[in-house]
């Protein structure tokens, strides 16, 4: 079955630093996105992405977050100048259409 | 926004069935999703209703009413696998991107 895969799966930064998180989406879906979930929370919707530009963001995606699709299959998340509250698990996401999203398995954030 | 509410916590017994429900209140209607997502792990896709009525799928059926803002999730013939949370999530307001609520912790005991 076809798979959204997330590298890395943990990544430890210090606050302040630069962090990018990879995302291969699966290859013939259109809509990819960003989630995350702060430890005991619920999933929370940063960004999407379709046809090569942010279609929605939400508000907690500010000036400091960014996502590139570099190449044909990856997908991207730069948050440029962590603080502690970005610690968190981040999910990739895609879809084909409206409907069904697939999930990465996710990269736990950890920023000390 | 959306206001998603549902259970913090359920607990069943193995082989038996429960029924998660989850309430909402928004405007302009797209959607209603159901995941399961076990501990540490990512959202898993279990159903997405639009319209009024039930869907089944093998063990698992959602149901939707929009005008009471009433969802459903039943899970039926419980094994242990299926303690997780369950998260309810809507695509409203000229989106279709889904808010998830916070989840329902479904515990299942032999």
């Known amino acids: 079955e076809p798979e959204v895969t997330q590298t890395p799966s943990h990544q430890v930064t210090q606050m302040g630093q630069e962090v990018i998180l990879r995302c291969v989406p699966i290859?013939?879906?259109?809509?990819f996105y960003w989630y995350r979930q702060i430890l005991g929370q619920k999933v929370e919707f940063l960004v999407s992405?379709?046809?090569?530009?942010?279609?929605?963001k939400s508000e907690i995606f500010d000036d400091q977050f960014s996502v590139e699709r570099p190449d044909g299959s990856n997908f991207t998340l730069k948050i440029r100048s962590t603080k502690l509250e970005d610690s968190a698990m981040y999910f990739c996401?895609?879809?084909?259409?409206?409907?069904?999203?697939?999930f990465g398995s996710g990269t736990r954030l950890t920023v000390v | 926004g959306q206001n998603i509410d549902q259970p913090t916590e359920m607990t069943a017994t193995e082989g038996a069935i429960v029924q998660i429900n989850c309430t909402y209140q928004?405007?302009?209607?797209?959607?209603l999703f159901w995941y399961q997502q076990h501990a540490g792990e990512a959202p898993t896709f279990l159903s997405y209703?639009?319209?009024?009525g039930l869907e089944e799928k093998g063990r698992f059926s959602s149901f939707l009413s929009r005008s009471k803002g009433y969802s459903y999730l039943l899970l039926k013939e419980l094994q242990m696998k299926d303690s997780a949370s369950y998260l309810c999530?809507?695509?409203?307001?000229?989106?279709?991107?889904?808010?998830f609520g916070r989840g329902t912790s479904l515990i299942v005991h032999p």
């Open positions: 996401a895609s879809s084909g259409s409206q409907g069904a999203y697939t």
């Open positions: 290859s013939n879906h259109l809509y």
């Open positions: 992405f379709y046809n090569n530009e942010i279609s929605e």
């Open positions: 928004t405007s302009g209607f797209n959607g």
């Open positions: 209703n639009v319209l009024d």
């Open positions: 999530a809507v695509a409203a307001g000229g989106s279709y991107i889904p808010t």
